[in-house]
């Protein structure tokens, strides 16, 4: 495989952050949209990707398509190192113990169905509870409840203070012997609240309980490791860091992964299948990958992690904290507007609604000036339902934003403001 793209590193040995450079790298930013040059702040919905992650799916078409792991030709076997590769690239990310414990799936929501379907199945029962957040996304709310009707299992929401973090003593007061998992977002997509989820996975793990972090906000935005947060299961999708969609993780305990039921059946997750003697399974990661997986997708995510290495995830989110306050600072000037969430430790999210506007007028405008934001419930009515709106607007930043778009972010919001009033 030494022609492949993935076995060349990223040259930018330690340079400084240089954001200019790093948007020649991005393809897309250079359109325009309705005649303007794109402002592209819907970071959070889905990060765009630099030329060297859309490169990998040109290369692995034209050099080496073929499927994996089965295959005993020279093609097989480079796709097969290239995945395995791009495994190898992600456990170093999240420092897992090792690179079995690295499931890839379609993404987070499948991640967490993953571990409702089999843990959760297997697991849970009536008298059990369940605590999630009320910050949570739908995927981290849905799965559970579709398994509660079935298990009988109880949910909890942990609440939240009115700047948007978790209400920390009110989940002290929840967890009990009863507890068998807490469910909750490492960074909420809604608001851009970090949460402590380290002293949350001590806290449960005290009770017995085990912690799924749902990090797909996370992981485009902080340095996340696994074992120094004592996650039972984390998950993240491609999309939002930098790669392609159709790919996430899930990183799982090694114990709980070797013990939890396979959860979709077919190839590749099994060790023999016979009418006679039943069939037995594969180990992990393996037992969780039934079907060929989207391989193109995974090296180009190794691809995409190997990218924000080469630029720093520290640098990254400084960065980004940079562009958030600056925005920050810039929209509390305007009247009548409300930001939603001002938690002390926030990453990369601007959540805001304008009195007398709707976020969706807003949202429509702003376009035609070239600036793409989020308007909506952000996948996360219940909260939005308890900050008691409907909808927000939201701009959420990445690594290629400069301070320059924030600008012009903030003069087509006075402008359209100026128009729906
Ligand atoms: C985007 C997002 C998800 C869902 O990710 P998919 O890639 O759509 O599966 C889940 N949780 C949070 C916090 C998100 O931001």
Redesign the pocket.
């Known amino acids: 495989m030494s022609h492949s793209v993935i076995e060349k590193p990223l040259a930018r040995a330690n340079a400084p952050f240089d954001v200019v450079a790093l948007r020649e790298e991005f393809p897309v930013l250079s359109r325009e949209v309705h005649g303007k040059p794109l402002v592209y702040l819907d970071n ?2 889905t990060s765009q990707t630099p030329r060297q992650v859309i490169e990998v799916f040109g290369d692995y078409y034209s050099r080496y398509n073929a499927n994996i792991h089965r295959g005993l030709h020279t093609l097989a076997d480079e796709a097969t190192a290239a995945f395995e590769g791009a495994r190898h690239r992600v456990k170093a990310f999240l420092n897992a113990e090792d690179a079995r414990q690295v499931i890839f799936t ?5 991640a967490i169905n993953l571990v409702a379907q089999s843990w959760g199945r297997s697991q849970l029962a009536a008298g059990d509870e369940v605590l999630i957040s009320m910050l949570e ?1 739908h ?2 709310i849905v799965p559970w409840q579709l398994l509660a009707a079935e298990r009988g299992f109880t949910i909890k929401v942990i609440p939240v203070d009115s700047q948007g973090a978790l209400d920390m003593t009110a989940y002290r007061a929840l967890l009990s012997e009863r507890t068998k998992l807490v469910a909750v ?1 490492h ?3 809604a608001l851009g609240t970090i949460n402590p989820v380290k002293e949350m996975a001590t806290l449960a793990h005290q009770y017995g309980a085990l912690i799924l972090i ?1 990090g ?2 996370a992981a485009p935005h902080l340095k996340v490791d696994v074992q120094a947060i004592d996650a039972d299961f984390y998950a993240f ?1 491609g ?2 860091v930098y790669g392609p969609t159709g790919v ?1 993780v899930l990183y799982g305990k090694k114990s709980l992964l070797d013990a939890m039921p396979p959860w979709q059946g077919g190839g590749e997750m099994i060790k023999t299948v016979s009418f006679d003697l039943g069939t037995t399974y594969a180990e992990i990661p393996h037992k969780f990958e039934a079907g060929t997986p989207a391989i193109a997708e995974v090296i180009a995510l190794g691809r995409a992690i190997e990218w924000m290495e080469s630029v720093g995830v520290g640098a990254i989110g400084a960065w980004e904290g940079v562009l958030l306050d600056h925005a920050t600072q810039a929209v509390s000037q305007i009247e009548g507007l409300r930001i939603l969430g001002t938690a002390p430790h926030k990453a990369g999210v601007l959540s805001f609604v304008v009195e007398g506007a709707h976020s969706q007028d807003i949202g429509l405008l702003i376009d035609q000036l070239g600036v793409a934001i989020r308007t909506g419930h952000h ?1 996360a009515q219940p909260l939005l339902h308890h900050f008691g709106v409907d909808a927000t607007c939201r701009a959420s930043f990445a690594a290629y934003n400069t301070l320059e778009e924030v600008d012009s972010f903030i003069e087509a919001l006075q402008r359209v403001i100026g128009m729906v009033r």
């Open positions: 959070a919905a379609r993404g987070t929501t499948e996304h995927s981290n977002n960074v909420s997509n749902d797909a906000q999708s999309h939002k996430g996948c």
